[in-house]
């Protein structure tokens, strides 16, 4: 007879069903050309396939990435990856939420399926390797060892290169109806939220603390895509390249609160940013992260310049 021990959580985590990675986003720009530089000077290895780019870092065959030309800045489409075994649930736990599934984009056929969201975004799931971390990710904090000076002079430093892609940031019209779509259909869980403003969501199986997050504007689209580097120093060296290179604006050097992460973001030709970000918070696989509903004044950054007005206006919305 075991001893009496109050309430136990029923386990229902081998039962869990989710995807393991955001595999790649897809944007569409008017220009390629402007793609491939502006990447390309982030420090990403971007090459050229006709009209289309894959982005990928350097040292890593994943494509993390791709640019196709449209009439004006728009988010493609999203891609998630999962487990073989989880590809055919996943599909019947979609379609039996009355989620219609569609045929694969043109150019983007798959092992996987397609639907859209709640706001018509096309979102892919196929079976591909888990490219989110299974750990937290190396951050290097002490530069050089006693008697050997950590920095180089300027004409030496080295190239920024993210190692990988950490999460992107949509905007959506509605926070909490993207909560529930993402927990329903790709079985993502909330990290923190910050009322009806913004929210964050990782993977079940392991992930950065946020894979996918959200923020209320007044249409769907594209923030940002955020890509982890290996040290502070690496985030403002890549701030200033990319300053020297005429990418001007941006906002940084700060760190954000909800997921912890010290971050630059790099204002793209369209309107939107890419983030160096570094030591964001990670949520093991079947651990459960206490996801809280914050105050957005408290929670937004924890230190850091002002906000530049730009940073949260939605050219995809037609506000710009
Ligand atoms: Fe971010």
């Known amino acids: 007879m075991t001893a009496i021990r109050g309430y136990v959580a029923p386990n229902t985590e081998s039962d869990a069903l989710g995807v393991h990675s955001l595999d790649q986003f897809v944007l569409a720009v008017p220009d390629a050309n402007d793609a491939e530089e502006f990447y390309g000077n982030f420090g990403l290895d971007v090459a050229r396939e006709g009209n289309t780019l894959a982005i990928k870092t350097f040292g890593h065959h994943h494509r993390w990435g791709s640019v196709v030309e449209g009439k004006r800045k728009a988010l493609h489409h999203l891609s998630f990856g999962c487990y073989a075994d989880d590809l055919p ?8 939420a009355g989620v219609k599934l569609i045929d694969p984009l043109p150019g983007f056929d798959s092992n996987g399926f397609w639907f859209r969201n709640h706001e018509n975004v096309p979102i892919e799931v196929k079976v591909g390797p888990k490219v989110s971390p299974d750990r937290k990710t190396d951050s290097q904090w002490i530069s050089s060892p006693p008697g050997v000076a950590g920095a180089t002079i300027r004409q030496k430093s080295p190239r920024v290169q993210p190692r990988r892609l950490s999460h992107v940031l949509l905007f959506t019209t509605d926070v909490d109806a993207s909560i529930k779509f993402y927990e329903r259909t790709l079985g993502l869980r909330l990290s923190d939220r910050a009322s009806d403003l913004v929210a964050f969501m990782h993977g079940i199986h392991g992930s950065d603390h946020h894979m996918l997050a959200l923020v209320k504007s007044s249409a769907p689209g594209f923030h940002h895509c955020s890509w982890d580097v ?6 403002g060296l890549g701030a200033m390249t990319m300053h ?3 990418y001007t604006k941006g906002w940084g050097l700060g760190r954000h609160v909800l997921g912890s992460n010290y971050f630059h973001y790099v204002r793209d030709p369209w309107g939107s940013f890419a983030e160096y970000a570094c030591d964001i918070d990670y949520i093991p696989k079947d651990e459960r992260w206490p996801a809280a509903d914050h105050k957005p004044e408290d929670s937004f950054y924890l230190w850091g310049p002002d906000v530049p007005p730009e940073f949260t206006i939605n050219y995809e919305g037609g506000e710009g």
């Open 230 to 235: 290996a040290s502070i120093n690496d985030i």
């Open 244 to 246: 020297d290179k005429g």
């Open 89 to 96: 649930r996943l599909r019947a736990r979609i379609e039996s």
